[in-house]
């Protein structure tokens, strides 16, 4: 029996789960930063982006245990595939 894990999710967010990672130890749950960012201006029109919606409801007080945003980037994965660049070489 696996143990259980308080994980936090961001209500109104289901649509962007993604899945889980681990950040500073613990397990969080990850979400398509895109789907994330038109699901916040729809619940809150005031707010402009994801990352002021994400101010609002003061994410940032949960450290470690907050949830991840992935912005899935097809130039950020050329760019660290690129067979160019020296190993070890930082992509941005």
Request: overall charge negative.
């Amino acid at each position: 029996m696996l143990p259980k894990v308080q994980i936090f999710a961001i209500e109104g967010f289901d649509a962007a789960i993604i899945g889980t990672a681990y950040r500073g130890g613990n397990e969080v749950l990850v979400y398509d930063g895109y789907v994330a960012s038109v699901i916040a201006v729809q619940l809150e029109p005031k707010s402009s982006s994801l990352e002021e919606y994400l101010a609002k409801i003061e994410l940032n007080k949960l450290g470690d245990q907050a949830p991840v945003f992935v912005f899935l980037d097809e130039i950020t994965i050329g760019d660290a595939t690129d067979s160019i660049r020296d190993p070890g070489t930082p992509v941005h």
